[in-house]
């Protein structure tokens, strides 16, 4: 009930949001009309059609994006004739084609009909479903957090409930804007005549706004005109709520509040199916009935992801030092991106990272969700009879997590020395390296960066990204703090961008210690150069373990790279990485 009410909330702080722009002219177009045979059922068309829509392109596979994207410019059609009739109803009915006269029927039907009282239901719910198709919301943390789990977690009717509780927030804001915009225009109506040229001023409206979102300006100009966070908005209401993660994210850390030493741990579930794996790395197939009587880890992680990378060391730790006494570790490798699915890139990064426990290959999302897992990394803690007993999301606490293993161990009858608190606590801040080295969390203030178009925030290359397309992009001539911004010629996709000529580059503006990039070379394989920048100088000392002093280094495989680990006092930097060949693809930034 609560994540409804979020969602619901989160849909209504969308009209402060620049991206309903491109939809208001379509919607103040029947502002004059009644509001429940034409307002209401144009908004209530919006709500489903948009829940629709999210629900395949959360949970669908690439033909149904392509349906979606086939599906958006039928409707682009449909309002642009929408458009046309309410210019020149007239000229619309008599002298343009056939498919142009059904445009203006459309609209002059609905209009007849809202005059003779009749009605024109049908018609506004007509219109709704295409605007609907049109919609494309800012992604703030509350969608993001309902599509991850959709896209995650696998279609259900509570996540087509989470985001239809969305649309109808949005609406009902909407709705408030009708409600006063039919008031202004009837007031201009009755004091100036003009309800001819209010008619061909909001068909204007909306011919601009199909050539907006046709030219991808509704995701990119748009969103760095707005005045208003409503992410900030968002962010807040995901603090505030109970049960809600105050740093929760599609890939970031969370983490779980801790039991006290030495306190009875509950039981919250028992071990799900190990079954839906579509591998296994070290180890034939385990099963949960074959586990019964072993104290079990289950780390859910994925390889280019820094939080796991960072938590993994301890990991290794634990499963060496118990076990003898009966620990089992199974790691759940759940990709994040679509080269994480590809089997060798997994095994070269277990051989790589020296893992040589159980690694189940969950592609599939299945052991995911049958944990009701939803963070990277995650730790599920099982006793001996397969009982959950504890959870811990995210980085941190590993002194705490050891208490538990070592709990869990004695209750299977296991004979443990005594070892101080103290003495865990220092074996889990061991100093470590490279990716491995715990973050800085004091001068951390940049957060994982998304460079695809479904995930990507505080972009700042002029005229915004245009999705699946090639084009040129040029650097800002200044970047606030964690913006970012794309040069040269690349084509973004849903996930990641992918340049296209050699000499691209990207920048950012970061405020953290380290600094990492998720790479891969292209199609072919072949290794792409590169050379970084810091402040516009080699990065010297400071440069990170995939680059040289002199800023130099080379993308050879799939997974990410660590490119600035500051040495000296850390501060507000500009950060530039400049691609020597093409093919290059570059998918999220994290920081440490």
């Known amino acids: 009930m609560i994540l ?6 989160g849909g209504v702080l969308t009209i402060l949001s620049p991206c309903i722009l491109p939809v208001l002219p379509f919607v103040f177009a029947r502002s004059d009309r009644p509001f429940l045979r034409s307002g209401l059922p144009l908004l209530i068309g919006m709500a489903l059609m948009f829940a629709v829509v999210a629900s395949l392109a959360a949970v669908g596979s690439q033909w149904v994006a392509q349906a979606n994207q086939i599906g958006r410019w039928i409707a682009l059609v449909v309002m642009a004739l929408f458009a046309l009739a309410l210019l020149w109803p007239a000229l619309a009915d008599r002298l343009l084609s056939p498919f142009q006269r059904l445009g203006a029927r459309l609209s002059a039907s ?4 809202t005059d003779a009282g009749r009605g024109g239901v049908g018609t506004s719910l007509l219109i709704g479903v295409a605007t609907g198709l049109l919609w494309a919301p800012c992604a703030g943390p509350i969608l993001g957090l309902i599509l991850t789990g959709a896209a995650l977690q696998g279609a259900s009717v509570g996540t087509s409930g989470l985001l239809l509780a969305y649309a109808l927030g949005a609406a009902t804001s909407l709705a408030l804007a009708i409600w006063i915009g039919g008031r202004v225009f009837t007031a201009l109506k009755r004091r100036l005549g003009a309800g001819e040229w209010i008619r061909r001023a909001l068909g204007v409206a ?28 968002e962010q807040g209401l995901l603090d505030t709520l109970p049960g ?16 006290p030493a030495g306190a009875e741990l509950p039981v919250e579930g028992t071990l799900p199916s190990l079954d839906g794996a579509t591998g296994w790395l070290n180890s034939p197939p385990l099963t949960a009935e074959g586990l019964r009587g072993k104290v079990v880890l289950v780390d859910f992680w994925t390889y280019s992801c820094i939080n796991c990378l960072r938590a993994l060391p301890y990991v290794r730790e634990w499963e060496q030092r118990y076990r003898d006494q009966g620990l089992v570790v199974i790691g759940v490798h759940a990709p994040e991106f679509a080269f994480e699915r590809n089997l060798g890139n997994v095994q070269r990064a277990v051989k790589e990272l020296k893992i040589d426990y159980p690694v189940a290959i969950d592609n599939e999302f299945a052991i995911w969700r049958g944990f009701n ?11 001996a009879q397969g009982r959950i007993r504890a959870h811990h999301f995210g ?14 161990l004695r209750e299977a009858g296991a004979t443990l020395p005594e070892e101080p608190a103290q003495a865990m606590a220092m074996a889990a801040s061991a100093p470590r390296a490279g990716v491995e080295l715990q973050a800085d969390m004091s001068n951390l203030k940049s957060p994982e960066t998304y460079l695809g178009y479904s995930r990507a925030e505080n972009f700042a290359s002029p005229d915004g990204q245009r999705r699946d397309a090639p084009a040129d992009y040029t650097l800002p001539s200044t970047f606030a703090l964690n913006q970012w911004a794309l040069s040269g010629r690349w084509t973004v996709g849903d996930e990641d961008a992918q340049l296209q000529r050699a000499g691209g580059r990207i920048a950012f503006r970061f405020h953290a210690r380290d600094l990492h990039l998720v790479l891969a070379p292209g199609a072919d394989g072949k290794p792409v150069r590169f050379r970084v920048r810091i402040d516009g100088q080699p990065p010297g000392a400071s440069a990170g373990g995939d680059a040289s002093a002199d800023g130099s280094g080379t993308v050879t495989e799939h997974r990410l790279y660590q490119l600035i680990r500051q040495s000296g ?3 507000e930097r500009t950060f530039e990485i400049e691609f020597l060949d093409p093919g290059v693809h570059a998918y999220a930034f994290t920081f440490g």
């Not at 809600?244 to 801790?258: E, L, S, T």
């Not at 980085?395 to 869990?408: D, F, H, M, P, V």
């Open 4 to 9: 409804l009410v979020l969602a619901y909330l």
């Open 569 to 571: 006092d850390v501060g």
């Open 373 to 383: 897992n939803r963070y990277w990394p995650a730790h599920y803690f099982i006793d």
């Open 244 to 259: 809600q993660a105050p740093d929760a994210g599609p890939a970031m850390m969370m983490r779980a509040a801790d039991a």
């Open 395 to 408: 980085e941190g606490n590993y002194a705490q997590s050891e208490r538990i293993i070592r709990q869990l």
């Open 110 to 113: 609905a209009d007849k009909a």
């Open 206 to 233: 909306a011919l601009l706004a199909v050539v907006a979102i046709a030219m991808g300006w509704d995701t990119g100009v748009l969103t760095r005109l707005s005045s208003v966070s409503t992410a900030r908005l």
